[in-house]
């Protein structure tokens, strides 16, 4: 069914775009490029071919490159014709606009969608920024407060993103030397055998009160075991439904992590419960959860935790889709309250699918917490 749908949304897509785009390209090109475009709309399915073939792994990394970014091409494109077709619209019914002027304007779109492509895959590949964002914590103890937490999510090692991009987020955290490092899920696509040595550079992760990890729901699709063992050998403190008590200066942390929101329905033992891993905290100072989807802000608060660490939404990665990350969670992207529990929703340390950002670009966030009276 997601294959089905997945091909009739695509399809779409690469369908809108080439029935605009071919009747302005030479008539010997035609048919070829019609060709090109069923290619591409299947070339996504066969890389699951490709990859489940461990001598055919380099063809499929090589190949999702041409997917992904004409993936990402074909949405804007789409995007933007589907504009100037409702702007044109509406114009007819005051002027006529010729005929060379409106291939002008459909080549000028197309023309535009690589620039807006070329711009959003600068964002993706970039080294992630750091976004500084101050947390107020009610009655916070004296001893807590400018503490930092490096946070790190979504970083999606895989297909596209390789070691060299992992060290660089590895040396960006590193540099600003936080107290917390806090990794809020979705490690990598696909197997440990092929992906641990993109990921080695992790293991230098350091920070005195701990390196830690709670899992998301791409750690699942290729092996929650493997990931999690691994992710225990890279140095994270791996916390499933479970805390750590923290001492900072005589003043105690509470540091939680509940699995992924949909965890049970892929593994019924990691069934997501963010109120048992709070019994481990229950009588810390400061209590923090680490839950990959915004959407277990509703336990967490609860429970009684005064902060929630969340990834999942990418920011929405690219428009349209920070849109419809709205019909399944309750927040995007920034610092938000519910009840008396903040949120933090991170947009992404990688990129899932196009290497593509626009609109929400890749950070590592640098929590400080900060003094908040009660009124």
Not at 202 to 223: I, K, M, Q, R, W
Request: include cysteine; charge should be neutral; aromatic fraction near 10%.
């Amino acid at each position: 069914m997601f294959a089905l749908i997945f091909l009739g949304l695509l399809g779409s897509v690469y369908g809108y775009s080439g029935w605009r785009l071919i009747p302005h390209l030479p008539a010997s090109l035609h048919y070829a490029v019609a060709l090109a475009l069923v290619v591409m709309l299947f070339l996504p399915l066969s890389l699951f071919y490709l990859r489940a073939r461990p001598n055919l792994a380099w063809l499929a990394d090589a190949l999702a490159w041409v997917s992904y970014l004409g993936m990402g091409f074909a949405t804007f494109s789409t995007i933007l014709l589907a504009v100037r077709d409702i702007v044109g619209q509406s114009l007819s019914a005051f002027t006529t606009i010729a005929p060379a002027l409106n291939a002008r304007i459909d080549l000028t779109i197309f023309a535009l969608a690589i620039a807006v492509a070329s711009w959003g895959f600068y964002q993706a590949r970039r080294t992630p920024a750091i976004r500084r964002i101050d947390v107020p914590i009610p009655d916070l103890p004296p001893a807590l407060i400018g503490l930092r937490i490096a946070q790190f999510s979504d970083l999606h090692v895989g297909p596209t993103i390789k070691g060299r991009f992992v060290a660089r987020v590895v040396a960006r955290i590193n540099a600003e030397q936080p107290d917390i490092i806090a990794f809020t899920g979705d490690l990598a696509d696909g197997s440990v055998d092929r992906l641990a040595p993109h990921t080695a550079a992790l293991a230098e992760l350091s920070a005195p009160l701990g390196v830690y990890f709670c899992t998301g729901n791409h750690d699942y699709y290729s092996g929650i075991e493997q990931w999690t063992a691994h992710a225990s050998l890279l140095g994270f403190e791996v916390l499933v439904n479970e805390g750590r008590l923290l001492n900072r200066n005589g003043a105690c942390i509470g540091l939680a992590g509940a699995t992924d929101y949909s965890a049970g329905e892929m593994v019924s033992a990691h069934a997501s419960a963010p109120d048992i891993a709070h019994a481990d905290i229950a009588d810390a100072d400061l209590r923090i959860l680490l839950a990959h989807q915004p959407r277990s802000i509703e336990a967490a608060s609860a429970a009684g935790f005064h902060l929630q660490l969340s990834g999942h939404t990418h920011g929405g990665q690219f428009v349209p889709w920070n849109f419809v990350v709205l019909l399944q969670q309750p927040y995007v992207a920034g610092l938000h309250k519910f009840r008396d529990t903040w949120i933090y929703i991170h947009r992404g340390t990688g990129y899932w699918g196009p290497p593509l950002r626009l609109g929400a670009p890749s950070e590592i966030a640098l929590l400080t917490l900060t003094h908040a009276h009660t009124p």
